[in-house]
């Protein structure tokens, strides 16, 4: 694997009990061989709510770099994104 990093924000143990409870996260980045991306976190339930919302107002739900994630937790963004580097599927993701 090329050089990998994964970052949160300093204060992320602050408030990640919050962002575990709402099940959705967009304020993390991997990076991978000097590309950064954006990673948007979802659990399971919470996107399938989402995604009725958006259908329910007449819109479509697109989010690129989607992730979904068993719980939306550190640790679990964190393995997901290396389990994106470390496989082919880092293709389908867009870098800033």
């Not at 399971?44 to 992730?67: A, K, T």
Request: zero cysteines; hydrophobic letters at 40%.
């Amino acid at each position: 694997m090329s050089s990998f990093s994964f970052v949160l924000s300093e204060d992320f143990g602050d408030y990640e009990w919050e962002v575990e409870a709402k099940g959705w996260f967009s304020g993390a980045t991997m990076i991978l061989s000097g590309k950064r991306y954006q990673l948007n976190f979802y659990a399971p339930v919470r996107l399938g709510q989402q995604i009725e919302d958006e259908l329910e107002r007449g819109n479509i739900f697109f989010e690129p770099n989607l992730v979904v994630v068993k719980s939306v937790t550190g640790s679990n963004m964190e393995q997901a994104a290396r389990q994106l580097a470390e496989s082919d599927q880092v293709k389908f993701l867009v870098p800033d």
